[in-house]
């Protein structure tokens, strides 16, 4: 089925994307919305999101995505849940952190209810983003929340893929907490350097904010 043609599809473009190779991956997934065109039209919508995803990465302007975007407003559809996360990170990159505010809320309700653990983690990076942003207390609170989360499967590449985004949040995190260490901290702070390192070899490549 061509659905799992664009799962591996899929996979080869970020590993492209961590090689630094992001125009690689936007050619192989052009070239697969082609084929998809004809064989499989219902799968063209996430593949446009996936582009912007990557474009979204490479600093450029993706406001005509949101053309096509679903809207959360009028009914919010569990099967949108990628296209979703995506019109949440070009929210964040237009500055219209309210909106990705409320959308993450509606994101996080489906997350809990359905236990999709990877997507709650997922939401919870990107509301700690938003939070940041808006100069809200809270930040540090729902950035930890993900880290622990996280660390029960031992991720890190979700807190990557955010790119510079997070970079200033950790550092900041990891400067006010280290003045106040004890051992229990300090075994999670070993974590916290681990995605800085991811973090700031990223921040060259890319620059999603």
Known sequence: MLEQ??????ILAWLSVLKNDADGALASLAAFHDRAEEEAPNLTSNIDAFICRIKLYQGEDVSDWMKQAPDENAEFCTMERFRYL??????IF????????CLLQQIL??????????????????????????EQKQWKETLQTSISQAEEYHFVRI???????????????????????????????????????????????????
């Open 5 to 10: 043609v664009f799962v591996g599809t899929g």
């Open 86 to 91: 995506t019109k949440v990170r070009v929210y």
């Open 94 to 101: 237009l500055g219209k952190l309210e909106a990705a505010y």
């Open 109 to 134: 309700h489906y997350a809990e209810i359905m236990k999709r653990t990877y997507i709650h983690m997922e939401a919870m990076i990107l509301l700690s983003i938003v939070q940041y942003k808006l």
């Open 159 to 209: 807190f990557t893929r955010e790119g510079t985004a997070l970079l200033p949040m950790f550092e900041r995190r990891v400067y006010m907490e280290r003045q106040y260490l004890s051992k229990p901290d300090y075994d999670r702070m070993q974590t916290d350097d681990k995605i800085i390192s991811f973090l700031s070899g990223f921040q060259k490549q890319y620059c999603f904010r």
